[in-house]
């Protein structure tokens, strides 16, 4: 009898530290991102021009809008398949980021959201995202 009690404790200990650490996962790839200060200063080196937003909209339209949908809202087609809400780009919240802190989110991602270092190689390119995305705040 005092085995299985062991055992059972064991069992019980071993399924708390299970769940623990799934939700740690959870809450780490769900929760808000961590962005390194450096890019909470950094500023765009692209400078904002028709070409730049243009070039930032193709890129968008290819690898973002089927997720976070034509107008940034977070309402893409795939957003419904997702266990974790898509970011809607035109709330003021989202745009008083800096710069930097989006152009991080786009280059590293995180949980469901991709990496565009590999997809999208260029920086500069990666910083016509952001300028199109600035585009979709609400006025």
């Known amino acids: 009898m005092k085995s299985f009690h062991k055992s059972l404790i064991a069992i019980s200990a071993g399924m708390l530290m299970?769940?623990?650490f799934s939700t740690a996962i959870h809450a780490q790839t769900a929760g808000a991102w961590t962005i390194p200060a450096k890019f909470k200063t950094t500023k765009n080196?692209?400078?904002v021009s028709k070409e730049s937003v243009a070039e930032g909209k193709d890129l968008y339209s290819k690898h973002c809008k089927s997720c976070h949908g034509t107008k940034g809202l977070g309402d893409g087609p795939k957003a419904a398949t997702l266990d974790v809400s898509c970011s809607d780009f035109s709330t003021k919240k989202f745009?008083?980021?800096?710069?930097?802190?989006i152009f991080f989110q786009i280059s590293e991602g995180k949980g469901k959201m991709p990496s565009f270092k590999k997809t999208v190689p260029e920086d500069n390119t990666r910083w016509a995202m952001v300028n199109y995305i600035r585009t979709m705040a609400v006025k």
Do not use: H, L, R
Request: without cysteine; aromatic residues 8%; charged residues 15%.
């Open 45 to 47: 080196p692209v400078a």
């Open 95 to 101: 745009q008083a980021q800096a710069d930097g802190e």
């Open 18 to 20: 299970a769940f623990s």
